[in-house]
């Protein structure tokens, strides 16, 4: 949770809706005071800039395979096989660690080379008039009823259509395959209760037999999608396994959606809560690009952010050593306001010059995928209400965050008259 006072012990829970709802404080005295801090939940969590992008970009002492979550959560035992995990988180497991981004090279090399196309600036461009149009009929809906929210009204739909119909889920099974999809994120983190641990396996078993399902349909009878694409494509050392299809997938869903999502409305608030350098990009659309990096830095969809990795060997970092097995939660959102990189960094500003990148899509070999789509999807979707509604009123001025998703705010309501 936050910390209120300087005195308190510095051993903040990384899950705790407190904490995620309001992370600042707690991030920058982790920052200041522990660094590279051994947290409760039994990962090393880092916070500054320099040592993130360290990790992020030396995949040969910091391993992306197999990298867990911690103590208190069954799937971060090692491939899911210690006594007392049951069948299925078993399963999970080992399905997990056959997705790309829990690989190292060649295996990451070879799997992404087959997906890295369909997210090139080529491909993405070449979508522009699909989003357009979904952004368009959204905007319609939402802007028929006066005040609307920003998130369930708009930006919670934009990606999921997109990523849906990139990967080719049929639109009668979009919200189903969403809200299990949604459900798995708790099996990320250490188990809160028995009940809820149930409702996430039993979501990620819906997950995996769809997915499966799905990919043996196409099989069968290709499509123009991108699942048909992967079965189809093929490099020197042969085709995608069903289970490195199926977590490609996942994956994908993640990159392309679900992030891209929060990134709009969290992006959105921004700017309707600094009315000057909303008016400021109004004028000038010249300021998109520039706001779009500003947004990814200052508001990371969620502060507390972050990004596993595995140590191959000791490392000293700051005084500590990460020992050989120890897992290393890399905190994007923290160091995105490391005054080190970022001067004066608790100001928002979108004409910001940057020395360095954001590292809200990563760096290194598992840059995110879906950065060019996220990036092109939240300028199309800031332009066209910037065109409908350059007076849009923000309503909601004190936004919390979901209580069921920690990493997306609850609503955020606006009145476009």
Known sequence: MTLAADSAPLAPDLYDYDFENDPVATLARLRAEDPVHWSRHGVWYLTRYDDCAMVLKDPVRFSSAAAGWGGGNPLARAGGDAAGASETERGLSRTLAQSFNQMDAPDHSRVRALVVSAFSRRSVEARRERIVEVIDGLLDAAGAKGRFDLITDFAFHVPIIVASEIIGIPTEDRER????FELTGRLMAPKRSEEEWAQALEAGRFVGR???????????EPRDDLISALIAAEDERGALSDPELSSAISTIYTAAGTTTERMISSGLYLLLSHPEQWRALVADRGLVASALEEILRFHHP???????RRCTEDVELRGKRLKAGDTVRVGLGAA??????????ERFDIARKMAVPPLSFGAGPHFCIGAALARFEARLAIEAIADRWPDLTLITTAPVKDPRRHDRYRELIVQTG
């Open 177 to 180: 395959f969403r809200a299990a």
């Open 336 to 345: 995105n306001r490391d005054p080190e990189a970022f001067p004066d960094p």
């Open 210 to 220: 769809y997915t499966r399902d799905l990919i043996a349909q196409r099989r069968a």
């Open 302 to 308: 969620t502060q507390s952010t972050s990004t596993n």
